[in-house]
């Protein structure tokens, strides 16, 4: 019978495991990587500490005029003053509830689209959401006061601009990428034409174009309000990018699934509704967030045109004689918005990607 | 008849038929009301305007421009400037793209970290927002020419714009710029010639330190041989402003610095997407090969990283080039502010100019695109 000796049991090696190995692993491995993490170090300190100190630390929050702001940081004070104009534009003050509860009911239908089954239904309220938004909003109805829509403006004018042109823009674009597939050469040649016009021209052409060309385009007499000129360049444009991430969804589904279609006698409306369109639009939902993203930001352009979206807002205020020199903390302050929307969908689109990837496999 | 209807051709061509005639209508009844109320207005048509004098100035010109000259001088001013601005971006953006790119995939954590922040950071506010800031907080609000900010009395900053030196267009000058050429195209023969050999014989050729060496001599023995006459002008303080050098307006700037910096984050991402899309097999299989590792990144990762990234990068040159047209908004002298901007104004003809306006991006676009094919063809795996 062999005899063993009995081995006391080794530690854990100490270098393999801890904070200190992470670091020494991450941050200081080789030379180069030292000198990257001094550079990296000196950046934030560049960065986060004076802006901490512009931002927060030395920045006046309370008071209501510019002699409130004297400790030489931010004056916060600016932006309370004129958050009204930033969020509503010139919206007479006491109808503001209008717009609050258009938002508020905006919660209200998300709400029901998580307890609703039927797509129809969710549709028909989407559709109803948007009428008694835009009634609610412009008035001019039973014994609702109407107001023009050039006292609108502010983050409400940009969000409005966005949420319209996506919704304006989504069935020509769908149509649009329908047509690029077709077999038929007409129609394809068309919807190839179209897409391809509108996104070789920057944005701004085609706003010029909508301002400035369309009232020639109708009859002596048919006039546009500036806002819809506006909307309607935007839906031209935005459709073209809709179309073509559609037309990637589209390609992505297999050749299978129309011949299946076809085989079981669905005629042509029913086999793209029913069975292509559902997938290829799936796949298209994380790029299509990317075109919202984009569209949003665009909105910005308006302000060329002369409609006072929330960046215009900003510019405005920052050159009222009286809040003169404040302008910084006006951009710090849309920048942070603009940041939080975009931030958001931009999150929400990778966590769908990483979820319908994971439904494919 | 009924049967006519069902038939898949007949129906095709019937749908195509209605479509072209709802068309044709819908661009007849355009035409016609656009007709009709250039008419009433009495605005001109044609083309005639652009031998018409402009009578306002651009303060930047890449060629000689006055008062008197042609709305038709002023489109190529615009066009001209359209152009500087686009290249200067692409060159900028690919540059702060690609460093940002490789950045975000470093091993170090922190930097790793830095470089993700920047790209959500930037890529998340409009750019509009991005060129005014740069322009009206930054560049706006320096101090006036007296008190500029002076680097070395050579470079001036101030509200007006960065000035810089800018050599004297002479014999020694033009003999320098020769020798840098003659370097650079030294330096591509030399390479050529070590691969080669490196092929056929397998023996290495240090080729960076020599051409390192030829691009430090070559300039030394060109000023000598020129004549030693190497003279810059610089900027100088005169009364109220400066002369001399060569001056980048506050626009210029404004526009370059929020193109560079929003581009450059798409840059990166395509750059990131590009190299982690190459399968992590393909470096684990170089490495067993007994490549080093950045002998495995250069022969094998990079080679179909590129031709994954290049597509999306030259997307971006293009969106790079359409979003020029921003600079409207702060008044720098290209197509769109000068053109369909102050021409506009005062001719009124706008069918004509938007649309030649348009004409042009369209025709960028196409040429860009047309690179793009010519590039994703030459790329295409050759399948045995």
């Known amino acids: 019978m062999a005899i063993y000796n009995k081995i006391n049991e080794r530690k854990a090696p100490s270098n393999t495991k801890g904070p200190t190995v992470w670091i020494r692993e991450n941050l200081f491995s080789t030379p180069l990587n030292v000198a990257l993490t001094i550079l990296g170090i000196m950046v934030l300190f560049w960065v986060i500490p004076p802006f901490v100190k512009w931002a927060y630390i030395n920045a006046n929050f309370a008071g209501t005029t510019r002699e409130d702001c004297t400790s030489g940081g931010a004056c916060w004070v600016f932006i309370r003053m004129k958050i009204d104009m930033f969020m509503y534009g010139f919206y007479p003050s006491e109808l503001r509830w209008r717009i609050n509860t258009v938002y508020g009911l905006f919660f209200v239908l998300m709400a029901a689209f998580k307890y609703l089954k039927s797509p129809l239904l969710k549709v028909a309220l989407a559709h109803v959401y948007f009428i008694v938004g835009f009634l609610l909003v412009h008035g001019g109805f039973f014994g609702i006061e109407m107001v023009p829509t050039d006292k609108w403006g502010g983050l409400m004018l940009t969000i409005m601009v966005a949420a319209v042109g996506i919704v304006c823009a989504f069935p020509i674009g769908v149509l649009l990428a329908l047509g690029r597939a077709s077999h038929l050469p007409i129609i394809k040649s068309i919807s190839v034409t179209y897409i391809e016009f509108i996104r070789g021209v920057p944005l701004i052409t085609i706003l010029f174009m909508s301002s400035i060309i369309l009232p020639l385009f109708f009859p002596e007499g048919v006039t546009f309000d500036k806002l819809l000129r506006a909307l309607i360049g935007i839906a031209m444009f935005e459709a073209a990018y809709i179309a073509e991430n559609i037309r990637g969804g589209l390609q992505s589904i297999p050749k299978g699934q129309f011949e299946a279609a076809d085989a079981i006698g669905l005629s042509y409306w029913q086999k793209m509704f029913l069975v292509i369109l559902p997938q290829a639009l799936k796949v298209a939902i994380p790029n299509l967030l990317s075109v919202a993203i984009s569209l949003f930001q665009d909105t910005t352009l308006v302000l060329i045109i002369g409609l006072f979206d929330l960046l215009a807002m900003v510019r405005l205020s920052a050159a009222d004689s009286y809040w003169l020199g404040y302008e910084t903390e006006g951009y710090v302050f849309v920048t942070f918005i603009f940041w939080f929307f975009c931030y958001s969908m931009s999150t929400f689109s990778q966590k769908l990607e990483k979820r319908f990837n994971t439904n494919l496999r | ?229 190497l003279n810059f002008s610089y900027p100088e303080l005169m009364g109220f402003n400066f002369k001399g050098g060569k001056t980048l307006s506050p626009e210029f700037l404004a526009l370059t610095f929020a193109l560079t910096i929003y581009t450059a984050t798409f840059i990166a991402e395509a750059v990131r997407s590009g190299i982690e899309a190459v399968s992590h097999g393909q470096k684990e299989a170089a490495i067993s090969l007994g490549f080093s590792p950045y002998q495995a990144l250069k022969l094998v990762v990079l080679p179909q990283a590129i031709r994954i990234a290049i597509p999306p990068i030259i997307n971006q040159y293009l969106n790079l080039i359409k979003n020029s047209s921003l600079a409207t908004a702060v008044g720098y002298p290209e197509i769109v502010t000068v053109f369909a901007g102050t021409s506009l104004n005062q001719v009124g003809q706008a069918i004509e100019i938007i649309s030649m306006t348009m004409l042009v991006y369209l025709i960028i676009s196409l040429i860009v695109s047309a690179i793009l094919n010519w590039f994703n063809h030459k790329m295409k795996i050759q399948e045995r």
């Not at chain 2, 819908?26 to 656009?34: A, E, K």
């Not at chain 2, 091993?107 to 950071?121: M, T």
């Not at chain 2, 009206?136 to 030196?165: C, E, T």
Request: glycine letters at 8%.
């Open chain 2, 1 to 229: 008849m009924l049967a006519l209807l069902r038939n898949q051709k007949i129906r095709g061509i019937f749908f195509q038929l209605l479509t072209v005639i709802g068309l044709v209508a819908f661009l007849w009844y355009i035409g016609s009301n656009t007709v009709a109320n250039i008419e009433q207005r009495g605005i001109q048509t044609g083309f005639g305007f652009l031998d018409g004098t402009a009578g306002f100035g651009i303060d930047q010109s890449p060629i000689a421009y006055t008062e008197e000259n042609t709305h038709g001088r002023v489109f190529v001013v615009g066009l001209l400037n359209t152009l500087i601005i686009a290249f200067v971006g692409i060159l900028c953006a690919t540059i702060v793209g690609l460093l940002i790119g490789v950045l975000r995939l470093s091993n170090n954590w922190l930097i790793a970290r830095l470089a993700k922040a920047y790209i959500d950071f930037f890529r998340n506010i409009p750019l509009l927002l991005q060129i005014l800031f740069w322009y009206n907080v930054v560049l706006r609000a320096m101090p006036n020419p007296k008190q500029s900010f002076n680097f070395f009395d050579i470079f001036f900053i101030n509200n007006r714009g960065l000035y810089f030196p800018l050599p004297e267009y002479n014999a020694t000058f033009f003999t320098i710029l020769a020798s840098v050429i003659g370097a650079f195209v030294a330096s591509i023969v030399l390479n050529t010639w070590a691969n080669r050999r490196k092929l056929a014989t397998g023996k290495d050729f240090m080729v960076f330190p020599f051409a390192i060496g030829m691009f430090i001599l070559f300039p030394i023995l060109a000023y000598f041989i020129g004549g030693s006459h």
